[in-house]
Every structure is written in C-alpha cells, then in structure tokens.
C-alpha cells in the first residue's frame, strides 16, 4: 500500500490553494509509539530561510499541537476525495476523546519516526523552522479577529522546511 517515491519539492504537481483550501490536508505530528492528526485547510508551500518551506496554522485547543511542539518534525498528507468523510472526522472529533487513527481505518507510516498516511498520494515530510503564535496586535485588518477569532483562540504559525516529498506511485507516474 505504501507505495512511493521521493521527488524534489520543485516537482510537486498541486495546486497548493486547491490542495489545502478545498481538498484539505491531514497534519500529523508523534513518533512510532504514539501520534495525533488533524485536518487543515490553513497554510501553504514557499521559500523562507533559502529553503523550501510549508506553513501551516494549529488553534491551540488542538490535540495535535502538543505533538507538534513536542517533535521536531510533522508531516502534511493530501489525500483523494473519497477520503473526504474522513478528513472531515479528523476535522471534527479529538483525539484526546478517542483513537481516531485506528477508527478511521488509514494506515500509519513513517519516515524515520515521522508518521503519515499510506492512502496519501502525496506526503511533505517537515522539519520545524519557526514556531511563533499569531499577535493580534500584527492584525492589519480588524474584520480578521472578528470574523475568524471570536474566543481569541489565536493559531500558532509553524514553518517548516520540506525535507522530503514522497509522492504516491501509480501506473501512470511510476
């Protein structure tokens, strides 16, 4: 089932506002004893320090954030639409409450002890650059806290250099 093969971040084919705005990303974020995802439609593909970069944005009440801070690495997992239901359930449900990993049926893989998802058909693997929670004081336009930061849960930015990109092989890009 995991299939892939590694490909320079020049190579990557996505349209980085389709593939995070709509058809979202799955973060995950531990190591091989224990890990925790999350859906995210929030970030985007760079360069920042001479590197090539991914950002992502995590609410603090997340689950997920505690591995993220606690490792040095994460990864983003793009998925098919006929996962659709289940970037919605790891969007929804927390898995503090329960083991959402092992209910969603998705497989866990890694590179070195970084986990994703073997149904991906494209995985970022990220090592942490940056990590700063956003200031509303940085806030150019006020409609932004009022529309998006209601209980003032402010995200945490991370940036991360993409070390590896691993892209899903099918008949037609072997």
């Known amino acids: 089932m995991n299939n892939f093969k590694e490909i320079k971040p020049e190579l990557i084919k996505k ?3 389709s593939a995070i705005g709509k058809e979202w990303m799955l973060i995950a974020a531990g190591n091989r ?3 925790n995802a999350m859906t995210a439609s929030w970030g985007g593909l760079g360069v920042m320090f001479g590197k ?6 995590v609410r603090p009440q997340r689950y997920t954030k ?3 801070d606690r490792e040095e690495s994460f990864s983003l997992s793009f998925l ?3 996962y659709r239901i289940i ?3 790891f969007g929804t449900v927390s898995g503090r409450d329960e083991d959402k990993i092992t209910k969603s049926g998705l497989t866990v893989s890694y590179h070195g002890t970084t986990p994703y998802f073997g149904e991906a058909n494209l995985v970022l693997i990220c ?3 940056f990590v700063q929670p956003l200031d509303t004081n940085a806030l150019a336009n006020e409609k932004i806290e009022a529309t998006w ?4 849960d402010y995200h945490t930015l991370y940036i991360a250099e993409i070390t590896n990109v691993l892209q899903k092989c099918r008949p037609n890009n072997l």
């Open 80 to 82: 098919d639409k006929q």
């Open 66 to 68: 505690e591995f993220m």
């Open 33 to 35: 004893e224990k890990q």
């Open 149 to 152: 930061y209601p209980q003032k």
């Open 127 to 129: 090592k942490k650059l």
């Open 52 to 57: 090539n970069v991914a950002f992502v944005f």
């Open 87 to 89: 970037l919605n359930y």
């Open 15 to 17: 349209n980085p506002f």
